[in-house]
């Protein structure tokens, strides 16, 4: 794969599915990465609402802060940051199903003067350095091919003492990304669902992160989080795999497939880590 161009074209095919398509398995925020289960009772719903506080609590809002989304996606994060923190938020992403599905949101939400979109990748937009108190990407450093430059441009949009908070699902270590990178259903991901994405290890990203001038402040392993996620995840398209059919003859037994490939090698080959880090200078 070469060109951003191409990037561009693969990484929308997922994510410009009928937004109705997400809706059947998701919770009710369209939040589409890991939650947060803080007990055995707790729903989807639930989980997801406690991973947005915690995201909050690791980025230190406190109310009103400016607050860029990287690969925003359904708007859950921007959305919940608007109404719950009273955040000025902007999310990005290059799906532009996802950018009329969180403005029509944002309205009934009465949070539109909060909530705004950019179409487009985030290593291509020109934004304001230092126009920005916290960042997030949450699952959407995996599609980004140049980890300097994504991390340099997220430090140079941070105000000093800004955070950026990063999660994503990582190879374990550098030799289970060597022996698991081509197999099938790694394959299977990429051409049938994302079309780019590369896992790397915790350390590409630690090392990217301190070589842009971050501090790292935390690390989190929400490995078992995300298990406990997709479950119910694949509960959802199972029920409602009639439904998901309609959009598209046999797209539940390929979404679920997906997911199971997904959580397959957590805890074996694969992780997935929260990092935190800071603009200490």
Same mark, same amino acid.
């Given at each position: #794969?070469?060109?951003?161009?191409?990037v561009t074209?693969?990484?929308?095919?997922?994510?410009?599915?009928d937004?109705?398509?997400?809706g059947?398995?998701?919770?009710?925020?369209?939040?589409?990465?890991?939650?947060?289960?803080?007990?055995?009772?707790?729903?989807?719903?639930?989980?997801?609402?406690?991973k947005?506080?915690?995201?909050?609590?690791?980025?230190?809002?406190?109310?009103?802060?400016?607050?860029?989304?990287?690969? %925003?996606?359904?708007?859950?994060?921007?959305?919940? #940051?608007? =109404?719950?923190y009273? %955040?000025?938020?902007?999310?990005v992403s290059?799906?532009?199903? =996802?950018?009329?599905?969180?403005?029509?949101?944002?309205?009934?939400?009465?949070?539109?003067?909060?909530?705004? &979109?950019?179409?487009?990748h985030?290593?291509?937009l020109?934004?304001?350095?230092?126009s #920005?108190?916290a960042?997030?990407?949450l699952?959407?450093?995996?599609? #980004?091919?140049?980890?300097?430059?994504?991390?340099?441009?997220?430090r140079?949009?941070?105000?000093?003492?800004?955070?950026?908070?990063?999660?994503?699902?990582?190879?374990?270590?550098?030799?289970?990304?060597?022996?698991?990178?081509?197999?099938?259903?790694?394959?299977?991901?990429?051409?049938?669902?994302?079309?780019?994405?590369?896992?790397?290890?915790?350390?590409?990203?630690?090392?990217?992160?301190?070589?842009?001038?971050?501090?790292?402040?935390?690390?989190?392993?929400?490995?078992?989080?995300?298990r406990?996620?997709?479950?119910?995840?694949?509960?959802?398209?199972?029920a409602?795999?009639?439904?998901?059919?309609?959009?598209?003859?046999?797209?539940?037994?390929?979404?679920?497939?997906?997911?199971?490939?997904?959580?397959?090698g957590?805890?074996?080959t694969?992780?997935?880590?929260?990092? &935190?880090?800071?603009?200490?200078?």
């Amino acid at each position: #794969m070469s060109g951003a161009g191409a990037v561009t074209a693969d990484t929308n095919q997922h994510y410009d599915l009928d937004p109705d398509i997400f809706g059947q398995f998701l919770d009710p925020l369209r939040k589409y990465s890991s939650g947060l289960y803080e007990s055995d009772t707790d729903t989807l719903e639930s989980a997801q609402r406690n991973k947005l506080r915690f995201v909050a609590g690791r980025l230190g809002l406190t109310g009103g802060e400016r607050l860029l989304d990287i690969g %925003c996606g359904w708007g859950s994060l921007i959305l919940f #940051m608007a =109404q719950e923190y009273g %955040c000025d938020t902007l999310g990005v992403s290059p799906a532009p199903r =996802q950018h009329e599905y969180i403005a029509e949101q944002a309205e009934v939400r009465g949070v539109a003067a909060r909530v705004r &979109t950019r179409v487009g990748h985030f290593e291509e937009l020109d934004l304001a350095a230092g126009s #920005m108190d916290a960042v997030t990407m949450l699952g959407s450093i995996v599609h #980004m091919p140049d980890l300097d430059e994504v991390f340099r441009r997220a430090r140079a949009v941070l105000r000093r003492n800004g955070t950026l908070y990063v999660s994503e699902s990582c190879f374990r270590n550098a030799a289970a990304r060597k022996a698991f990178d081509e197999r099938a259903g790694t394959e299977f991901v990429r051409s049938d669902i994302f079309g780019w994405g590369d896992l790397r290890p915790l350390s590409d990203l630690v090392t990217a992160a301190e070589n842009a001038g971050f501090s790292i402040i935390a690390v989190d392993d929400l490995t078992d989080q995300y298990r406990r996620t997709i479950e119910d995840w694949i509960g959802n398209v199972d029920a409602a795999a009639d439904r998901i059919d309609a959009h598209q003859p046999g797209l539940a037994a390929k979404l679920r497939h997906y997911l199971e490939v997904a959580n397959a090698g957590w805890g074996y080959t694969t992780k997935h880590y929260a990092l &935190t880090c800071r603009k200490a200078r």
